[in-house]
């Protein structure tokens, strides 16, 4: 007799997923953008169909369906393909599906040791790849807009030249930001208080630029991850991610995680050890102080050793290390059975409390990943309580791509809640109009 | 520049929020239950409007809203009240808004202690409270089941004779539950074992009766605590819920979180003193072992004191202990501070993670709010990070029907997602025939 009634949040959402204002109205012309992103969702979700079973199956009517696909084509996000009947009776349609192959979007992460850009078009192809070292906390903040300007306008001008159009640009940054605003509020590792980073790069970039997101480079990387899974049906990932910060990036039920003042995933200073070494933070054993980048390479190698050259690229540092972990160095062995255990304690505090099904190892841990998954594996597996599932623990497939990957993929993203993001083609396509 | 994209999971819903298979088919009964869904979750959220407006808002077309609105009506869930002019031009219509005022949920707890009963209608008004001291662990399944089914049945009989329609009954269980069978996987606190609970209590209370529903008792508790704050704009909820056993129902961006299993917010045993009590469960220092009922009643009196006797309501016991509180007892007054202080450490754990707008102390932490509300403040307040903000900290006004409520509230929350739960009127309504 039991029903699986699910999605009980009582969320006050109308139809479409529009928000009523206090006074319960609803504006027309974002119940219309809406609805347009619901017909590209449905399409990305089903694959191509004709008109009349776009809007069986949405229940829209014919004539909405017809004028909004005609809008969604002026904008290059969908076309009509092949002539198909619908069945046995009516008229044959074409099949509208979701083009987008030109449409793309632009992710960065600013790192504290490097820069990083992905450009991915709608369908999720990567496009274009690029790192450049950079020592952030040792440059003006000017000097690191300079250079974050310098590598998209770089992108996006040859993305024109191919014929790209560019949706926004989706920016990785560490520490607390404020998405709505697009600064950085504070990035201790950066040395960064209030820093206007979507702001200061638009300026830059000139004006025709596409805008600029930011968010938290956790919670992008997990994100990318997410996007790479969703087809065999997870829902629940938690991403965690190391360099000097520490901090995680949990998907749950299918949606980001972002907490009540975006914070959500903040866990570089969860206080894990008692007895353990003081933070920049002022407090003490955080676990940032166990797993962070910096405790890894003082164990890991002499302070005079060229891993700690912030001007040699990390993933080629982290390269090295691979290579004599694997050719039995003592020191780097101790130094990632340090980091397994530390690991291994504090994602088990974030298995208990968020249940995901798979846990991705990411930052310069994915560097790692055969020598860290199955100590972090085993770990959670002497926590597994009876009847209790534990989650499959893995390395990122992206790596240190993970953050500017998943800044793409939030650009594109906004398009699918709000078609209107991406302007007209420049003389429209008449065969569409409804 | 900035612009906030928002909503980007990358989850892959058609519209109207139906999961298309594998294979990308969607069956269209399920799309027009949807439909149906969206409309009743629309007129909730935007008040009463004409079936044109409706139309307009939701880009259905006239002759589906229509037919949604004949069928929603037949089944008692909307009424046509008075005439409405839509604007200058056309005929008038008539106002569609949710009714519901007869149809009601029915939420159970069953609690280590005591079964409690909230029955509500779709409106939110409390129409019924029961609760019935019971000694779980003591009596055999049978005997709890016999029990569950008395108390339902009774309240069944009562709404059925007062003209109410009960669409389901939710159960609120400790332990690891599958929602999809209604089992009770693990409840060491019960002493239960892959109990069968919605389908005994079914089964007990005969053909005809309304389906049961089970979930979570931390979950529940959340469900009835963020359907009183949504209004205020309150989107991240952290409860927390101690008797026997120590459990979290969290809320976040307004969507419950279970977790890949259904196990998110299990956090009785975090592992949280490594010099600390051993566990139940065979690890050390669990939170459980910190914070649960039986250690605050071990410290706060001898053991041959009533507070200890099950026989006596726990609502009972802990007023008792409050008035001891409030005159002073030394004794009391320590077990709580200890209780304060293992409150603070863990929920500071849960908040950095998290990042709740609101933590709500519930179960018996609820009867001592204004002793552990400020000391737990204290210490979240402590450990804020700069440019962070700590979470408002509130003792449960809902106290131990938290989780009975919101079992109700998931029994009607199922309507609006599935408005076909409740079978049509018999008769029907010829006046809303579209």
């Given at each position: 007799m039991a029903s699986g009634a699910s999605g009980a949040s009582g969320s006050r959402r109308t139809a479409g997923g529009v928000r009523a204002d206090l006074a319960g109205r609803v504006d027309q012309a974002q119940m219309r953008r809406a609805n347009m992103g619901l017909i590209l969702r449905h399409l990305r979700a089903v694959g191509g169909r004709s008109r009349a079973r776009l809007a069986a199956e949405t229940g829209l009517s014919k004539a909405t369906t017809s004028s909004l696909i005609a809008d969604l084509a002026g904008r290059g996000l969908v076309t009509e393909g092949e002539t198909v009947r619908?069945?046995?009776?009516?008229r044959p349609g074409q099949t509208v599906e979701v083009d987008g192959r030109r449409v793309c979007g632009v992710g960065v992460e600013v790192n504290v040791a490097f820069l990083a850009l992905t450009a991915a078009d709608l369908q999720g192809t990567v496009l274009r790849e690029d790192v450049r070292p950079l020592d952030v906390p040792h440059l003006t903040q000017d000097q690191v807009l300079d250079e974050v300007a310098d590598l998209v306008g770089t992108a996006l001008t040859a993305l024109t030249t191919g014929g790209f159009r560019t949706v926004a640009v989706g920016v990785a940054a560490p520490g607390i930001i404020d998405p709505a605003s697009g600064d950085v509020r504070f990035a201790p590792n950066l040395g960064?208080?209030?820093?206007?980073l979507a702001t200061g790069v638009a300026k830059r970039l000139g004006t025709g630029a596409p805008p600029i997101l930011v968010e938290n480079d956790p919670k992008l990387g997990v994100l990318a991850e997410y996007a790479g899974l969703?087809?065999?049906?997870?829902?629940d990932v938690l991403f965690i991610t190391g360099d000097v910060g520490v901090g995680a990036g949990i998907v749950s039920g299918g949606s980001l995680l972002r907490g009540g003042s975006g914070l959500a995933g903040e866990v570089g200073h969860l206080a894990l050890d008692p007895a353990g070494t003081p933070c920049a933070c002022g407090?003490?054993?955080?676990w940032e102080t166990m797993i962070g980048l910096t405790p890894f390479l003082q164990r890991a190698a002499?302070?005079?050793?060229?891993?700690?050259?912030?001007?040699?690229p990390l993933g080629d540092r982290m390269a090295t290390l691979r290579r004599r972990a694997d050719g039995g160095s003592i020191s780097v062995l101790r130094a990632l059975d340090r980091i397994g255990s530390g690991l291994g304690l504090g994602l088990s505090v974030l298995v208990d409390i968020l249940d995901p099904q798979i846990v991705v190892l990411g930052g310069y841990f994915a560097s790692f990943g055969d020598h860290l998954v199955p100590q972090v594996s085993a770990a959670l597996a002497a926590r597994r309580m009876e009847h209790g599932s534990e989650p499959r623990v893995t390395a990122s497939r992206l790596g240190l791509m993970a953050p500017s990957r998943g800044g793409a993929h939030l650009a594109l993203e906004g398009v699918f809640e709000d078609p209107t993001l991406l302007p007209p083609l420049a003389g429209g396509t008449s065969r569409t109009q409804g």
């Open positions: 619908g069945g046995a009776v009516g960064w208080h209030d820093v206007p969703a087809g065999d049906g997870v829902q407090r003490v054993g955080c002499p302070a005079d050793d060229a891993v700690h050259d912030p001007a040699i």
